[in-house]
């Protein structure tokens, strides 16, 4: 009996030593898993510095990488276009009459060059260290020290409101489908990206321009800005100027439901 129980008492010793318990189980688990992160970050590095490393862009390079490319592709879209509208004119016998409807429907939407009076209006961020130029006003949040996208379209709606018969921000003619939108601290247009300081070129009667200016409510609140935390804002008359033809593509894109 003792020989057996001894045999027994060994044996549930053994059986104890190399049970798999839910903590060994575990412990392999967190190695294998350990062991399999490795290995995935060696093979997505292919011995490079996965931090670090140079030939990775960033979303920013990538977004001006983008937006240049979009340039060059619109500049070449207009001199394709100006070969198209010169041939278009040799040989499509049209009568000058209906040459001259369709050149007026092309000035108003915006596709010719346009010559006149202009003014530009620039926007600018203030300094980052800016602080609280009149009593009575709390220290600025950054919020407060940017350029934002209700600033940009306060300019644009004011000098269309002001008569303007055509309007370029920064390198860029505005036709009716254009949108003015920003993103961070940068703006969009029409594919491409800008940095402030934004400049909006507009043609038409100085003085009315600059009385709707004056007029708009959004530009006065913006002014508040200017003159408390020194956001940039500068009118100035360009005397006789030439706007760009719009160079884009004139197709509507839209989201449609799905069949």
């Known amino acids: 009996m003792s020989n057996s129980a001894d045999s027994t008492g060994t044996e549930?010793?053994?059986?104890?030593?190399?049970?798999?318990?839910?903590?060994?189980?575990?412990?392999?688990?967190?190695?294998?898993?350990a062991g399999l992160i490795f290995f995935t970050s060696f093979h997505t590095a292919k011995g490079t510095n996965i931090r670090t490393d140079a030939s990775l862009l960033k979303l920013s390079d990538l977004i001006h990488?983008?937006?240049?490319?979009?340039?060059e592709l619109e500049e070449a879209n207009a001199a394709l276009r100006e070969d198209v509208e010169s041939l278009a004119e040799r040989d499509d016998g049209s009568t000058k009459a209906e040459d001259d409807k369709l050149a007026a429907l092309e000035e108003k939407a915006g596709t010719q060059k346009l010559t006149g009076e202009a003014i530009t209006v620039t926007l600018n961020d203030a300094p980052p260290n800016a602080t609280a130029k009149l009593p009575g006003y709390p220290e600025p949040q950054p919020d407060y020290l940017v350029i934002h996208q209700q600033d940009l379209q306060a300019v644009v709606n004011a000098l269309w409101q002001g008569g303007a018969q055509g309007i370029k921000v920064m390198d860029q003619r505005l036709i009716s489908t254009s949108a003015v939108r920003c993103v961070g601290n940068t703006l969009i247009l029409q594919g491409r990206v800008y940095s402030p300081p934004y400049k909006i070129t507009a043609v038409g009667d100085?003085?009315?321009?600059?009385?709707?200016?004056?007029?708009?409510?959004?530009?006065?609140?913006?002014?508040?800005?200017?003159?408390?935390?020194?956001?940039?804002?500068?009118?100035?008359?360009?005397?006789t100027v030439t706007l760009p033809g719009y160079s884009g593509t004139v197709n509507l894109r839209y989201a449609q439901p799905v069949q």
């Open 65 to 71: 990488e983008r937006s240049r490319s979009n340039g």
């Open 206 to 239: 100085p003085e009315k321009l600059q009385q709707a200016l004056t007029a708009s409510p959004a530009i006065q609140n913006y002014m508040v800005y200017v003159n408390v935390y020194g956001l940039g804002w500068k009118v100035e008359e360009n005397g």
């Open 12 to 33: 549930s010793s053994a059986d104890r030593r190399w049970a798999f318990r839910p903590v060994r189980l575990l412990t392999v688990g967190v190695f294998a898993l």
